[in-house]
């Protein structure tokens, strides 16, 4: 029955993703363009809260916990498992004030009205995954303006989208990267839930009534980790024991 039902209400829903995605995209343009970066983020934090609003045509429910002070004066690294694609905007719109800045495939740098040009425009890394020598000076080169610029990037270190939420080894070379490139970094864990059960019956119909939560764990001072082979491992262990599938 609700996989039934799930049918209108996923093109319903669709429609007013795809819709918000043209309308925000010229919007974004001129906030770009005539205004610079400051009025151009608050155009994409609406976009962000836009598309949370459209989630809810599905039932979508989205839960930010954290315990936590963290810093607004100093650069972040967000480390984060990742099960759809319904984890980047909430992201990004509930750690809005500390200016996140994602990692992705250069693939999404063209196409997608709103996304792509906010990839293109707004600090994101597009990299090749296939070509070390364009992804590793864009990593190096994203985590310089990271550094300078006291923003967050947020990395997820699976690789690829989980389809069922059971966790996939992390691979580091990516954190690694951004360890050196913003030594005053603080590191934030978090761990996602449920997003991929947008996708419990494929890419049609979407699935209904969902609660997508997003757990802060402990930030940690780069700084204070000598090894940093135990830091990954602590991130690492931290995500995963709290992922429920």
């Known amino acids: 029955m609700q996989k039934l039902l799930s049918y209108p209400l996923s093109v319903l829903y669709s429609l007013c993703f795809g819709l918000t995605l043209v309308i925000f995209h010229p919007i974004q343009w001129v906030c770009f363009n005539l205004f610079g970066y400051q009025v151009h983020k608050k155009s994409v934090d609406a976009l962000q809260w836009s598309l949370m609003r459209c989630g809810n045509i599905l039932g979508t429910r989205y839960s930010f916990i954290n315990k936590f002070e963290i810093p607004t004066n100093k650069p972040l690294i967000i480390v984060a498992n990742h099960q759809s694609f319904h984890d980047i905007y909430p992201i990004t719109w509930f750690m809005r004030k500390h200016h996140p800045k994602f990692i992705s495939k250069i693939e999404l740098g063209k ?77 934030v864990p978090i761990t996602i839930n449920n997003s991929w059960k947008m996708f419990r019956y494929g890419n049609f119909p979407l699935g209904l009534g969902n609660h997508l939560t997003f757990t802060v764990h402990k930030p940690l001072e780069l700084a204070t980790f000598v090894n940093k082979g135990d830091l990954l491992e602590s991130i690492e262990t931290t995500i995963t024991e709290h992922v429920k599938h």
């Open 111 to 187: 196409g997608i009205p709103s996304v792509s040009y906010n990839l293109r425009h707004g600090g994101a890394a597009l990299i090749d995954r296939k070509n070390p020598r364009q992804s590793l000076p864009a990593l190096m080169k994203f985590g310089e303006y990271i550094e300078n610029n006291k923003h967050a990037a947020v990395i997820f270190p699976e690789g690829t989208r989980s389809k069922t939420g059971k966790p996939k080894p992390f691979q580091t070379r990516g954190l690694e990267i951004l360890f050196k490139k913003i030594p005053s970094a603080t590191v």
